[in-house]
């Protein structure tokens, strides 16, 4: 049995793998198959201030090896997820990570301001949701906007902060570095690749939304790509996502520079999907005689 | 909700028309739980995601369960192609089924295409209580008449073109029965305008009336929100409630059809 | 049989599927297979005032429903392709779209002088390459960069110019309009995104360029994405690309925006591809009772 | 180069050890015009790129090729989860073999591992002329020596560790062979550092040698310009070239060894 555990920004995880935001709810409906103390930590669902009903239906559209989703952060508002999610969560013994996504820069602060009073583990900051109108992705295609928000949240939060990156950007690694410059504990990327399917038959897009976010298999070279260059680019830790389907997936992300892995769409392939991964990695690792997860973080020998 | 998955095997398959095929699949641990208007989440080979089935016979004894799918795209193309003695990766059973009254003395079932199968678990259970209006669009895609019939259910059947049964729209027999004698409970699956038609007559003549509704899925289990249905609250407020968890059955009352 | 016949820029084509810069050479190999006159066209690999040798092997590797790339250019330069290849191509009644790909806008625009000559169909400018260092998708990353270099050419060539769009971009909207405004006749795109693999056994990257160019079914609703993203922003027509398996895939490209459409990846797997994919529209185009190809261009309804 | 693509029965399947897998498949018009040295691209099911194999055997009489293949990846895998009587989609054949040359008197062949089958073609050509040195890592590695025997070249066998034949590198019966008559030529076929060492012992001592090389492949047939090789030109000038076209098989002189 191969240490699994590792640490992200002052956090200790029993081991690498989380639910990815958006996938997993609370995490409830997935304790009817296993127990959330198995899982490294969970990304709960972006929440806003208020609840919001997300946009129309159909929000899920299949494409080769991966899907689109518009879901538009539906949730039930900040109030209700601390008092009627947060304290269940919070018993369950893993990491929990408060996923936020407020439209402007004040909402996400006085999000973050409120979770400061919970117990809460980590904040991850969503300023890369690519299916809302505002706020959002806008937040995350620029620098400048970038850095800005970082800075508010920063301010409003004693608790690590973690900044989610949109991958839908001429050059990741610059604004990773803002993010790290504006006091960012932590990155997790990708985020989802706007995307958009047509239904060929009635020559409307699938999603009501029109386009929506690709995730799945198919995004993980991208994936690999785009924590590989952020790894080169700053100093603080990342949590690596997009695509990780199997063990090796997790392991690779590592190699190119994640010390977590976060798992979205292979949980609706397989809902036992984060559970696998942790014992296909754990297999992996005792086979090839490596002592502990840590260590792979980040080496991939480029050439 | 108590669910499992994994791969069951597959001891049956029948083709009962164009594209249209019938499983049989050994899964005692979930026919055990099973109710009607429940559904299973079926993985085809190759696919990123599951595709959501109504369950349409739950046999107890054999540990099996019934399943109608019509061909539609790539994954029920690849589930199409499965021979008996497959084993079929299901997460199920999932959703909310249809409100079981014991005591009721009358109940119509309703179905339309490919939403007229999930009724045959209802008529095994209501037996001569129900009367089960299956619609279709012509004689070919007609399907499991006798197995209704079978179940002691009156049966009426009508078809758009006149090819079968009557000429007419589900609606018509149903006003036609419902002036007979009042139902204690209506019970619907199949297209939005044929559910939305049945719900607004169950209003006014004040029946009680669930509806199953269909919407593309992600989880199956109500952690994704994928799948959003809207409902009217009380208080006038419009709900995103979620079709594979909330559902698929709802109070018909409670949807909002213009929504 | 439906009318497949489709015009791009003044430029006839008997139908619009047209095998992608890079992935057919000059033809020749092909020829055992299929007739070239079988094609609407045929885009030729990039090429470079000098022979260039491309960058080291391993320059190929598979991911889930696509594949990377790191050819990097590989081509016998500007005179070669004239004297050698040019004149065979020239016979085989198809349109010839020469694909440039300059390290300098000067050098652009010397090939371009060069091809003003020959009796090539259309010039497409690549300014999207993700494997080479000099050029390349440094032109396409920023409105100004496309413009300029567009300006240029524009200026060397009377014969219609289709510009090649990096999908490698925050707003590829923009930068269709800038070139646009350069005065391109066409645009084509997606041209790959940058991806990374590793080998976990050797923590070494798969293709000795560490990063490469995903291309393939995987990345089809991101081209589905960026043509229709890009027909709205622009009036001047689009060659759609990225991911085309099947005639229905075509199909959906060109109701997205398009009005011809590369294949590329879908090369490897079928050889036949463009020829079947050909054969695959028509079938659809008969049992939906669609007389003409044409007429599927830009006729998606949005929500 | 003349190819062809299409869906070729797989009429025989063997096991020849761990992760080893020996096809014979109905192809006679592949087999028509194959040579050795050649090689076939296959697609695994479910994958976007084929996968190169070299020919093992030509049976023009009865149509069938031979291929050897070891699984090491995902399409390897799936390759051998075939069975006799399913179809495999081929282009082939590929390339560029081994100068065959009638008039030689002697003739060694080289294979290291699973470089060893192409060796086989050829040994079926040169009978009694061929000396056949193959390398592998331990005898449960050992494969094909009955195979060779049975078309009458000499055949000598290394393991690195000594569990089978001599405990030696293909060198080293190589220089001895050489040592007691120079052949008209060596073909090889193998690792990367085993072909460098027999390049440099061919041009030592001045024979002619032909080595075969592997590269990563995309469209496998000269197109799209993936497989790319260094060699060293007359004018001492690097050149790309393609191991799907100009090779697989090269001059053992021309290629840019430290390339
Ligand atoms: C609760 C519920 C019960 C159902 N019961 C039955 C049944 O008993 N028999 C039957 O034939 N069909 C049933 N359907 C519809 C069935 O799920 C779809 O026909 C099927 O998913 C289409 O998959 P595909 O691979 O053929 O199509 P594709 O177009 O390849 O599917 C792509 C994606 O879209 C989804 N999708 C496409 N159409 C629908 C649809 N109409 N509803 C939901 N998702 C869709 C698929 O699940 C998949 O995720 C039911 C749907 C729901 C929601
Ligand atoms: C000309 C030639 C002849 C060959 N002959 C044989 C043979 O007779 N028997 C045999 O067992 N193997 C042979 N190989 C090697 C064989 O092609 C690879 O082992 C195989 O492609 C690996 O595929 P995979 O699906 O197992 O691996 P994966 O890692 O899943 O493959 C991913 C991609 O990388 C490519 N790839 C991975 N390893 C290699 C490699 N070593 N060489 C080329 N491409 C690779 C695959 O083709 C595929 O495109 C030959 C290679 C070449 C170039
Ligand atoms: C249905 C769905 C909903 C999502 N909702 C959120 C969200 O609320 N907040 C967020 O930061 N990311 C959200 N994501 C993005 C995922 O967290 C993840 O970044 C992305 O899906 C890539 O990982 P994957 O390829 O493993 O799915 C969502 C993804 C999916 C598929
Ligand atoms: C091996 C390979 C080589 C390529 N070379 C070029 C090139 O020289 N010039 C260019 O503009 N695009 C080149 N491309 C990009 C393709 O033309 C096309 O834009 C891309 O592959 C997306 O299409 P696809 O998904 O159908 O492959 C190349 C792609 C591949 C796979
Ligand atoms: S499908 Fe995930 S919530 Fe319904
Ligand atoms: S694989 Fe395409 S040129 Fe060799």
Redesign the interface.
């Known amino acids: 049995m191969a240490d699994l555990s590792v640490n992200v920004a002052g956090v200790s995880f029993k081991n690498p793998i989380i639910p990815a935001s958006g996938v997993f709810g609370y995490g409830h409906e997935y304790e009817e198959l296993f127990p959330l103390s198995e899982l490294g930590g969970i990304a709960t669902k972006g929440t806003t201030i208020t609840k919001r009903n997300g946009n129309d239906a159909p929000r899920i559209a299949e494409t080769t090896g991966g899907m689109l989703n518009s879901v538009g952060l539906q949730n039930p508002g900040i109030d209700a997820f601390i008092k009627k999610e947060l304290p269940y969560l919070m018993q369950k013994d893993t990491v929990i990570l408060a996923n936020i996504a407020g439209s402007t820069v004040k909402e996400c602060v006085t999000i973050a301001q409120q979770l400061e009073q919970t117990d809460v583990h980590m904040i991850e900051l969503n300023i890369s949701c690519p299916n809302v109108k505002q706020g959002g992705m806008a937040f995350g295609a620029s620098c400048a906007g970038a850095e800005s928000i970082t800075r508010a949240v920063r301010k409003a939060t004693t608790k690590p902060l973690v900044v989610k990156l949109s991958p839908n950007v001429t050059n990741i690694a610059e604004i990773a570095k803002a993010t790290e410059t504006a006091g960012a504990d932590a990155l997790s990327l990708i985020n989802t690749l706007l995307g958009m399917r047509i239904d060929i038959r009635s020559r409307r897009p699938i999603l009501k939304n029109n386009m929506g976010g690709m995730s799945g298999a198919a995004i993980f070279p991208i994936a690999v790509r785009m924590v590989w260059q952020c790894a080169n680019a700053v100093r603080i830790p990342i949590i690596g996502m997009g695509g990780v389907t199997t063990g090796k997936d997790a392991i690779e992300l590592m190699m190119a520079g994640a010390s977590a892995v976060q798992v979205g769409a292979a949980i609706f392939t397989d809902p036992y999907a984060p559970i696998r991964i942790i014992r296909e990695m754990n297999q992996w690792l005792d086979e090839n005689h490596i002592a502990t997860a840590r260590e792979l973080t980040g080496s991939v020998k480029p050439w | ?5 994994g791969e069951y095997r597959l001891i049956r398959k029948d083709n009962l028309g164009q594209d249209l095929y019938r499983f049989v699949l050994e899964c005692p641990e979930i026919t055990a739980v099973a109710a009607p208007g429940q559904f299973v989440h079926i ?1 085809p080979k ?5 595709r959501p089935i109504s369950i349409c016979q739950i046999d107890r004894q054999a540990g099996t369960l019934t399943l109608v799918f019509a061909v539609r795209g ?2 029920t193309a690849v589930l199409a192609d499965l021979r008996a003695g497959d084993y079929v990766d299901m ?1 199920a059973p999932l959703g909310h089924g249809f409100t079981i009254q014991p005591d009721a003395n009358r109940v119509i079932l309703m179905g339309g295409g490919i939403g007229v199968p999930p009724m045959l678990a209802l008529a095994e259970i209501y037996g001569e209580r129900a009367t089960v209006i299956s619609g279709f669009r012509s004689m070919p895609a007609v399907m499991l008449q006798e197995e209704f019939a079978k179940t002691g259910a009156k049966t009426i059947l009508c078809t758009d073109d006149g090819t079968a049964g009557l000429h007419a729209m589900v609606t018509e027999p149903l006003l036609e029965e419902i002036r007979q004698e009042k139902p204690d409970m209506i019970c619907a699956c199949g297209p939005t305008p044929m559910l939305r038609a049945i719900a607004k007559i169950a209003e006014e003549q004040g029946i009680f009336c669930e509806v199953s509704m269909e ?16 409902m009217k609250l009380a208080n006038g407020e ?3 409630a979620h079709v594979c ?1 909330d559902g698929p059955v709802f109070n018909a009352k409670e949807v909002a059809w213009n929504g």
Chains 1, 3 share one sequence.
Do not use: P, W
């Open positions: 909700m108590k669910y499992t998955q993985l190759g696919s990123t995601l599951r790539e994954g997460l919407e593309r899925m992600g989880c199956g289990i109500g952690a994704c929100l994928v799948c959003a249905c809207k419009i709900h995103a968890k």
